[in-house]
């Protein structure tokens, strides 16, 4: 944050690169007046804005003459970047502050404007000592990616994280925007990673069965895996009717979870859904057995003989299933 014996200008040219790769014009002003701090559009959560050590750090460089890059705001007031310089300033007792003034009011801003400003603070921010953490890019990712020219991987570039990151918040978004749609409150019933594959298999589910679906992991706290599983059966099962009766038997099946998970909060699924996890993965290799042979000369006869015990613990499943 601090540049020592750097000019103004030289502190200045990365803020203003950033400025202009998100398409803004832009004007420089020494001594603006400090904005007021409830106008800001940064991303950071409460508890991270001027932290009380930051704000002290950048005071003593204020006093000591020390260079800092300038803040940046829209033409009428609101804070993109510089909550931390702002705090620093007002703690002492200076008027004004180098600012960067953007060629855009935000209350007239149209909807790219809008989009492009919230991620022009979430990328200053992401580039600070402190970051960004995934609750506040989070934020930002819900303010951008309304707007369908913004992919993944533009946003991730822009801001200046991974297109993973950023693919896995736009899934989670997908799903509170779909159950909200369908009238199903998202109160933190179903955490991240699950609306995560929630979203991703959303274009494929219909309304009701993704309703269903939907309730179901509220209900029972199915785990990722779970959820992936569950939806390719009622994908696979074309019309709405025959996937609700998969997700009516799943839901039956999970009865004792359910039960479980209200009471404690603690997912514990049937362990026929476990084995059921497991024998995917073995089928995953039902056309190449020959990847899964042990190489290893030392370890090749209790593989065999794990196998071996494994074969008839399947077989008693299976003549008891049948039976």
């Not at 000019?7 to 014009?25: K, M, N």
């Not at 006093?63 to 620093?88: C, F, Q, S, W, Y």
């Not at 950023?166 to 925007?177: G, N």
């Not at 065999?304 to 494994?310: L, T, V």
Request: aromatic share 4%.
């Amino acid at each position: 944050m601090v540049t020592t014996n750097y000019t103004r200008e030289q502190a200045a040219q990365p803020v203003i690169a950033l400025v202009e790769r998100f398409g803004f014009d832009w004007e420089t002003a020494d001594d603006a007046p400090l904005p007021e701090l409830d106008r800001r559009l940064q991303v950071r959560d409460t508890k991270n804005y001027a932290p009380t050590q930051k704000v002290g750090e950048i005071r003593a460089a204020m006093d000591r003459g020390e260079m800092l890059p300038p803040i940046v705001v829209t033409k009428d007031g609101h804070l993109i970047d510089g909550n931390t310089r702002v705090t620093a300033a007002i703690r002492a007792k200076r008027p004004t502050i180098h600012t960067i003034v953007l060629d855009v009011r935000y209350e007239d801003a149209s909807d790219d404007e809008r989009h492009r400003l919230w991620s022009l603070g979430a990328a200053f921010n992401a580039r600070h000592g402190k970051g960004i953490n995934r609750d506040e890019l989070r934020r930002a990712v819900s303010e951008i990616g309304d707007d369908p020219t913004y992919s993944a991987v533009r946003i991730a570039s822009l801001i200046g994280v991974t297109e993973r990151v950023v693919q896995t918040l736009l899934h989670e978004k997908k799903a509170r925007d779909r159950a909200e749609e369908l009238g199903l409150h998202v109160n933190g019933s179903i955490n991240a990673p699950r609306l995560g594959i929630l979203g991703r298999q959303s274009a494929k589910l219909n309304d009701e069965p993704f309703k269903a679906i939907f309730a179901l992991v509220e209900d029972t706290g199915m785990s990722v895996g779970e959820i992936r599983d569950l939806s390719k059966r009622v994908i696979d099962a074309k019309a709405d009717d025959g996937a609700l009766v998969e997700i009516t038997q799943e839901r039956e099946a999970r009865k004792a979870q359910i039960a479980t998970y209200r009471a404690t909060g603690k997912a514990v699924p049937p362990v026929a859904a476990k084995v059921r996890q497991r024998i995917g993965f073995i089928l995953g290799y039902e056309d190449n057995p020959q990847d899964m042979l042990e190489h290893n000369p030392a370890l090749a006869a209790d593989y065999r003989s794990s196998i071996e015990r494994s074969i008839k613990v399947l077989q008693a499943v299976l003549d008891a299933q049948e039976g």
